[in-house]
């Protein structure tokens, strides 16, 4: 907890020199690619009081970097505190991010591949897959951060925009690489900003500073017992406002919507960019 406090004033200490970049979603992906040379830097955070179980806040810390106008690439370093037992690190991912197509198209498609070297103590929850649900994170920590999971996640990420609003689908496939099946999963949203047409002058309560959106996503179970059976789902509405200072903040509450999910998550995040990192502005 004092860590991502820390990470969370860190954050809006530099947020007078720093632009955010756009985060209407806190779980799927848009066609949006980082501007080539720009850094993003982000805290996401995810936190839930489970049914018999110990309130729990997970953090994931996002460096991301736009190396080329198709090409995104991104580390996150993820950890988690959990009430009445312990705080620790979980583990690292490698994310890179594809668009085949530069133009603007009615669906925009982007390929997304990422590894991930972490422990089972890990709760970010960045996505849903397979028959992942409450029950899975009910050990504690002393004994699930022995596990260790190394996994590929694979993406198709289909984006589009129309009059102010966006709309995306992701079908996610994950593999763990100890020779467990393929687990799949998908993430769907929709959002728009409150208003399209710029203020003449800066606000920090401007429409245009508003995006408001809904997202709805869950596994799809696995190679050898595909569908919807013993899976978890959840709706989950997120508004997000990008202040003047350059700092952007999201929030989502999400909602179970079976037995197997949570009753309820809430989904925060924090971040700000840095425009052409190491190349001198230019």
Sequence with gaps: MQSVCTASLLLLLLGSTLRAADTPYLVTYSHRMEEPGNLEIALYGTTASPAGGNTFLSSLLEIEYGVTAWW????????????????????????????????????NPVLYIEYSDVNGADKSLKEIVGHDGMADQSEPNAISRLERKREIETKLILSSHFQGWNISENI????????????FGYATAVSRPLGLAAS???????????????????????????????????????????????????????????????????????????????????
């Design 72 to 107: 995104t690439t991104e580390v996150y370093l993820s950890g988690q505190n959990t009430s009445g037992e312990s705080a620790l690190f979980t583990g690292h991912r490698w994310e890179n991010r594809f668009r085949p197509l530069m133009r603007e198209h009615w669906i």
């Design 200 to 282: 003449p002058r800066p606000c920090r309560l401007c429409r245009e500073n508003f995006r408001l959106g809904l997202e709805l996503y869950g596994g799809l179970g696995t190679r050898h017992e595909f569908g919807l059976r013993d899976t978890s789902h959840y709706l989950a509405p997120t508004i997000a406002w990008q202040m003047p200072s350059g700092v952007t903040l999201a929030v989502s509450p999400a909602f179970g919507l079976n037995g197997n999910s949570y009753p309820a998550l809430f989904r925060f995040s924090l971040a700000f960019e840095l425009n052409q990192f190491g190349r001198g502005g230019r």
């Design 172 to 183: 996610i496939a994950e593999k763990n690489l100890s020779n467990e099946p393929w687990e």
